[in-house]
């Protein structure tokens, strides 16, 4: 409904929808990309393509499917587009390595120590997921969105989703059961 009011030039549900939206996708973007400022470009560049899309918007699907929909295709987009040259940048190569992080964190007070740790392993876990997985599991756990939901937006059938989201549990459980063990 939002959508087909800016679509009548309301100016006000354009500002609904971008306030209802703009935190859960921003996160998209930065969990996808581990890079804050791509994730900011992208971002934006969301927006740019639903303000020019607003004249030929169509509410086949929920505007929400729609928005990840043109998200999930910009992330598509850049990671093509950056495949060739390296996928490793030097940003990514400077990182510490996933065992100096769980070090660094044995430096914090005892009561915070273990959350820290736990949070360490299972962000270096999920950043570790194979793409697929790791889209369909947060769109999944973090936007709520249903199987049918999260391929209609990867453009992947809804047993291919579920397998993505299975896959991306036992690769999380076994992951994260691994490196705890470490500690």
């Keep these: 409904m939002l959508m087909l009011r800016y679509q009548d030039g309301d100016m006000s549900a354009f500002e609904s929808l971008y306030q209802a939206h703009k935190g859960p ?48 295709n910009l992330i598509i987009d850049h990671v093509r587009a950056v495949k060739p040259v390296d996928l490793f940048s030097d940003t990514n190569s400077t990182e510490e390595p996933f065992e100096a992080q769980i070090e660094s964190t044995q430096h914090q007070p005892d009561g915070d120590l273990e959350q820290q740790q736990k949070s360490s392993i299972l962000k270096r876990c999920i950043a570790l ?32 989703t579920k397998s993505r989201i299975r896959y991306a549990n036992q690769g999380l459980k076994t992951c994260v059961n691994q490196h705890w063990q470490q500690v």
Excluded: C
């Design 129 to 160: 997921l194979p793409a697929v997985q790791k889209e369909a599991l947060l769109l999944n756990i973090e936007m709520g969105f249903t199987a049918a939901v999260i391929g209609e937006i990867a453009g992947a059938s809804i047993e291919a």
């Design 25 to 72: 996708l921003f996160r998209y973007f930065v969990r996808q990309l581990d890079d804050p400022q791509l994730a900011e470009d992208l971002y934006q560049e969301v927006w740019s393509k639903v303000i020019k899309a607003a004249d030929s918007y169509q509410p086949n699907a929920k505007f929400t499917t729609w928005l990840y929909k043109i998200a999930h």
